[in-house]
């Protein structure tokens, strides 16, 4: 496994990127102010991305974390978020994820170190232009999680 900072043509990973945030647009408002990471397997596919911005205060966040379909519940996505934490701890003390009320997806979240902090009410219904739908629910509220950040021995090798 290697993961790569994407410094140029991040639309490329796209269709991974929508997998974690359905509409292009809401995409746009982050990609290029974030920095974006790629993890790819040994046969050079990309498994997995990853967007993270600086929100200021000493705090970023996960704006976007995706895993390709056939790549999921595999630990691909935990080894992500352990190398951003690894990653960004000598620059933040916190990272933070806004994400839908979906138990799969909350629980992953409090499986990687989060902790609830707050909501932001009607999020998805206002924000988007269709209604989000997980584990057969229509998603209103964003749930943001949080998570203290300290330096970890990364076991994954990063390329520039």
Same mark, same amino acid.
């Given at each position: 496994?290697? @993961?790569?900072? @994407?410094?140029?043509?991040?639309? *490329?990973?796209?269709?991974? %990127? %929508? $997998?974690?945030?359905?509409?292009?647009?809401?995409?746009?408002?982050?990609?290029?102010?974030? *920095?974006?990471?790629?993890?790819?397997?040994? #046969?050079?596919?990309?498994?997995?991305?990853?967007? #993270?911005t600086d929100e200021g205060c000493?705090?970023?966040? %996960?704006?976007?974390?995706?895993?390709?379909?056939? !790549?999921?519940?595999?630990?691909?996505?935990?080894?992500? @978020?352990? !190398? $951003?934490?690894?990653?960004?701890? &000598?620059?933040?003390? !916190?990272?933070? #994820?806004?994400?839908?009320?979906?138990?799969?997806? #909350?629980?992953?979240?409090?499986?990687?170190?989060?902790? !609830?902090?707050?909501?932001?009410?009607?999020?998805?219904?206002?924000s988007y232009d269709h209604l @989000?739908?997980?584990?057969?629910?229509? %998603?209103? &509220?964003?749930?943001?999680?949080?998570?203290?950040?300290?330096?970890?021995?990364?076991?994954? *090798?990063?390329?520039?």
């Open positions: 496994m290697r @993961i790569d900072k @994407i410094q140029t043509n991040k639309k *490329e990973y796209l269709d991974m %990127l %929508l $997998l974690a945030d359905e509409q292009e647009s809401m995409i746009d408002k982050y990609l290029e102010k974030g *920095e974006m990471f790629v993890m790819f397997n040994t #046969v050079n596919e990309a498994v997995c991305s990853a967007v #993270v000493d705090i970023c966040e %996960l704006k976007n974390l995706a895993v390709t379909p056939q !790549y999921q519940r595999r630990g691909y996505g935990k080894r992500m @978020i352990n !190398y $951003l934490c690894n990653h960004y701890a &000598d620059k933040f003390r !916190y990272m933070t #994820v806004g994400t839908g009320d979906s138990v799969k997806t #909350v629980s992953f979240y409090e499986s990687c170190g989060f902790s !609830y902090s707050h909501s932001i009410p009607d999020f998805f219904t206002h @989000i739908i997980e584990e057969g629910k229509i %998603l209103k &509220d964003m749930l943001y999680f949080k998570k203290a950040l300290f330096s970890i021995s990364p076991d994954i *090798e990063m390329q520039k």
